[in-house]
């Protein structure tokens, strides 16, 4: 699929073409520079976001979580710092939302993971610094390896193979994973790296990229040894709780053409999937 023009504002559903979201390959993370659609497909493996606060981060995660409860997947976050309360009663999300739950999760899966058990497939959201921070200084077991970074590092390692995928957001990339984070996380999301994030989990020996003027939710695609630049798809909270409460086969979505204007009014017929409630004064996707 390829898209006419590649929107170089805010990428909401709107902009997208019939069938953009339901129909690709996995979850929708954005549109590249080149007017291409790029999916978090099944070979994708696990997703590492690497951006300061403020630059989209948690939008991805609440996109990308729609998108896959939306298919049909189980939905885990693990969210200390509070930032997704729109997954609240949603029948494939589970919030997580304190240190000791957020460590029970994880040792729950890490022993899945160890006793190579399968179960249906499962995305596990890490969310933000206050999250990370849980994991590395909260010990549930007074043992060692008893850390919940070291619980989802035993997930990262062996997950893929029992239907677990994590995405996880940091604003650089903890001090532990340094050296393996590229292997640990195929598909990297960089907002405006520095030299430091782009040593670790850039593509192997290319250069730094030039720095540019800061646009809000375009981050760099890394995987495989490539770089793109992406504007990244993004759902309101209440878009992302439709989302998620709606099966995908459970109507077709509207024929949605991209306009090149600051503000793009969502207009959808009445049976449609994507009719969505509207707050006042909102007038972006």
């Given amino acids: ?30 549109v590249t520079d080149s007017a291409a659609p790029a999916y978090l497909g099944p070979g994708s ?15 991805v995660l609440r996109t990308l979580a729609a998108q896959y409860a939306r298919r049909g ?22 919030l997580y939302q304190d240190a000791a ?16 058990r399968s179960g249906p497939a499962r995305t596990v959201l890490v969310e933000s610094d206050q999250t990370v921070t849980a994991l590395l ?19 990262l390692a062996g997950g893929r193979l029992h239907g677990i995928r994590v995405v996880m957001a940091c604003r650089a990339v903890p001090a532990p994973w340094g050296h393996v984070a590229r292997d640990l996380f195929t598909t990297r999301l960089l907002a405006a790296p ?4 782009w040593h670790l989990v850039g593509p192997p020996g290319a250069p730094a990229p030039q720095e540019e003027p800061f646009r809000v939710g375009r981050m760099h695609l890394v995987g495989s040894g490539s770089d793109e630049l992406v504007q990244l798809l993004r759902l309101t909270d ?14 077709r979505a509207p024929r949605l053409r991209y306009r090149p204007r600051d503000r793009l009014p969502v207009t959808a017929p009445t049976a449609s999937a994507f009719q969505l409630p509207r707050t006042q004064g909102d007038s972006r996707p």
């Fill in 194 to 197: 520095t030299p430091r994030t």
């Fill in 137 to 155: 200084r909260f010990r549930h077991y007074p043992v060692p390896g008893g850390t919940g970074l070291d619980a989802l590092t035993t997930v």
């Fill in 238 to 251: 209440l878009q992302a709780a439709h989302l998620a409460a709606t099966p995908a086969n459970a109507a």
């Fill in 101 to 116: 739950s957020v460590h029970r999760r994880l040792y729950q899966l890490a022993h899945q993971v160890r006793t190579e």
């Fill in 45 to 59: 493996g696990h997703a590492l976001l690497v951006a300061w606060p403020g630059t989209g981060a948690t939008t």
């Fill in 73 to 94: 997947t189980e939905v885990d976050i693990l969210d200390v710092a509070g930032q997704h309360t729109w997954a609240r009663a949603q029948q494939r999300v589970h």
């Fill in 1 to 30: 699929m390829k898209w006419s023009a590649p929107p170089r504002l805010r990428v909401g559903l709107a902009d997208l073409p019939q069938g953009a979201v339901d129909e690709g390959p996995g979850p929708l993370i954005g």
